[in-house]
């Protein structure tokens, strides 16, 4: 499972810096815009040159409307200014008609431009909230659109958390229609470090965290702390480790 971390600033990623080789991906958003919120071209390219060449950046292009022509420049932005992820917030889409239109114009618009590009098609747990697609609909919708990764976070961020909307069990569908499709699975939404053995057994492959590494445990007014960091991949690898036991032990 490799792990993703949200800094928000410049400043928070030469912190996620110091904790890079406990980390997979930076990702860079832009909390106060949104669950997905899409930062400045500029905030990405110095957090591209702020963070290890090693160390892929990841970058969300917003809680995007059904808009497949704004979204698809707002990826292609994304793409030339650092990032080789390219994560979208299907918001605005309410079928999965919609949300396949437009991933296909990103996945065009970064594909011409880097074919290296990663792609990740988002949802929401708590899709029944806010009107948009069902979580379960978002590995087809990656699937037809030719993205390369299907994702759920959370919209609303009032506390509540991804397996509040979405039990483990529902989870452990969305990775086993993701791997179906030849596609990596992504999870998210205020994940925990108690949620690490849920998530590891259901074959996560991507877990993204913000609050869970920051101070106070607080996404918005916390900054993201490189021993949580540290504490927060131990605690992976230690799940990972037990989990291949079992397996193991099983068989």
Request: with cysteine; glycine share 8%.
């Amino acid at each position: 499972m490799l792990l993703l971390i949200s800094p928000d600033s410049v400043e928070e990623a030469l912190d996620c810096a110091k904790a890079a080789e406990h980390l997979d991906i930076v990702d860079v958003k832009k909390p106060d815009e949104g669950s997905l919120g899409a930062n400045f071209p500029w905030v990405i390219r110095e957090i591209r040159d702020a963070v290890p060449a090693d160390k892929p950046v990841s970058a969300t292009v917003g809680d995007v409307p059904y808009k497949p022509g704004t979204v698809a420049q707002a990826a292609l932005g994304a793409a030339v200014s650092g990032a080789t992820y390219i994560k979208v917030g299907l918001y605005g889409c309410t079928t999965p008609e919609q949300a396949i239109a437009v991933m296909r114009g990103v996945v065009r618009a970064v594909k011409d431009y880097r074919p290296d590009a990663f792609v990740v098609a988002s949802g929401y747990a708590d899709a029944s909230r806010i009107g948009c697609v069902n979580p379960l609909a978002l590995p087809d919708i990656a699937r037809r659109s030719g993205s390369d990764a299907a994702m759920l976070d959370t919209a609303i961020k009032d506390g509540t958390r991804l397996f509040d909307h979405v039990p483990p069990e529902v989870c452990a569908e969305f990775v086993r229609l993701a791997h179906e499709a030849d596609l990596l699975a992504a999870l998210a939404g205020s994940v925990k470090v108690a949620d690490l053995g849920a998530l590891t057994s259901i074959g996560t492959d991507i877990v993204g965290v913000r609050g869970a590494v920051c101070q106070g445990g607080d996404r918005n007014t916390g900054r993201i702390q490189p021993q949580l960091v540290a504490a927060f991949r131990a605690e992976m690898d230690r799940h990972a480790r037990e989990h291949a036991a079992a397996v193991a032990a099983a068989s």
